[in-house]
């Protein structure tokens, strides 16, 4: 697997990544009123990382105005779909080979931040706190309060239908992803409760994923294993559930970051103080010959840090780039004996 | 191991910097804090007490705080800076400090320059050497070490305080008639030039690789020996004549085998990382690329206790 970064279009991210010697990117894209990406964009986006000795690998959460009409079922959604195809095609032309997509009809939610290890701000999910103050919960980046005011949801959204709604999108989908050779990462929805506001959020657990995957076989439809929410899930063995998926060839993408606790109430911490055993993650991404993008995902926010949380996530390469130094050295070890 | 970083411990920052990235130990950086501050008893404690405040515990000083020159010299005068040294060690001894580093360099050496020719143009120093190791000119002067140990030694032991040379920084810019350490057959002879338990070395990977020895080896021989008091992790890359330094994770060390190699011979004590290419832009200090590196040793010291 290939430690990657998330990155923007702008010369200090790049150089970052280059120093803490990280080759392989991840782009989230703007926002556009074209609802698709042109072929053009991402030829020239492509084409800066690599002038820079870089590999555009994922686009990440194209923004939520290009698809949400479907994930609502709301009328326009075939309109939007038809520029989904355009975006995986031009993702086709510029050879990058994963689309890493949510199915958070209200996006992520979170509540509030605490203190940790020596002062770092933690980003801390509750579900009291989420339910009593919800627009708070849904503007936890607070995006909406500098932008424009949030947009509470006026319909209710039943758990089989937010179903129907993403195997609608998948069966149409699918079909343009797999002539362009291109993989589709669900990411499981942060925080994984079944709904919030009368929204379902369905991409809530282990056998969540079982269903995503069996609704429409495709050798294009996958996960986006993000290990924090797999383990904010009750009950989930984070390691068993990489060798699951990883074994049927399902992991496309993954994200490395850790939590303590599961719902209702879970806080994000450095990668080396959660509940999951990180060594035992990459020995099992491993095992399953995971060969994509694995990126640092969140960090605490930590003394003196800049805009883009470098030195958090200079820790966190640190951290990944450690464990699979070590894990390759327990396997000289076992191979030796 | 403890995971261990060296700062300048007056400023909070640092102090927050360390327990934040998962340090326990520091080693605290001798600066005083004021300008022509001498380093007192109190001012020692004032030093612990902060940093046992901050939730971390101090483990020791980096080294001596203030010059060696007439020792390293032979010349006159050195008998002053030995009282000086055995007093300092006493108040290190009477503030529960029990680590203090010395060098054996004039006090004015510096770093040989930086270009932007390392990962990503971060700034590296490089030196003429191979991995055969770098050309050392002239024999130490053991009976001049010897004459410093035998006087500070016995002090160290009464007061319990241990001693720890550093070995010559690989990107010391040395004029070439100055005597060095560069050999670990050196830092060996060193050790039994006065037999102390209260006397060892930093063990830098980047000093012990650039000698041409075998990193492994030598980690196994002296963590059984007993005589490493402080793993410092760094790493160089080779060139066809030269040496540079590097990041933690790249180079031509193996840390990880270095690191067990540490530990099943029976080293269980303070490991920090050294120092780091320059990263752009980075503080003074480099918090970012000791970030990295932190983080770097954090991940392998957790994963190595998978191996039994």
Redesign the interface.
Known sequence: MKIALQLGVSE?ET???????VEDVVWGVPESPKGYLDPDLLLETRDFFANRGLRLGVIENVPSSFYDKIMFGLPGRDEQIESYCTTLRSMGRAGIKVMSYNWMALGGISTDQIRG????LKRRFDLDSALAAPTAALDWRGFFRENRPIHLPDVEVTTEQMWDNLVYFLERVLPTAEEEGVKLAAHPDDAPIPSFLGVARILNSVESFDRLIDAVPSPSNGINFCQGTFSEMPGVDVVKTIRRFGSKGKIFFAHCRDTKGTLPTFTEV????GDTD???TVQAFREVGFDGLIRADHT?W???E?PHG???F??????????A??????EQ?KGAA | MNLTLTVDAWID?N????????ATHIIAETVPRETGARWDPPMLLALRNRVEK??LTLLGLDRLPFSLDRTVAGSEGRDAEIRDVCRFVEVCGDAGVPLLGYTWMRSETGLASRTPT?????FVASSAGSAHGKTSHNDPPWDRLAYFLERVLPIAEKTHVRMMYLPTDVFADLPPEHPRMDGVAEWKRLMQTVPSSCHGLEFRSSAVAATGADTIDEARLLSAMGKIFLITADNITMGSSTLSEA????GIVN???TL?ACRTAGFDGPIRPGRQ?G???D?EQG???M??????????L???E??P
């Open positions: 200090e150089k970052f990544a280059c120093q803490v010697g290890r020596g002062g770092a450095f990668m080396d103080e990180m060594i035992a605490p930590v003394v003196g800049n470098h030195r958090g200079a820790y966190q390469i640190g951290y990944m780039k450690g464990l130094h070590a894990a390759t050295a327990i070890r | 920052e102090l927050m910097f360390a327990q934040q990235f998962s901050a939730g390392g990962r990503g143009q971060a990041f933690i994770d790249e840390l990880p085998e067990t290419p990263m752009t832009p503080t918090h970012k690329a970030a990295m590196a932190t983080g770097y040793l954090r991940a392998l957790q994963g190595l998978a191996i």
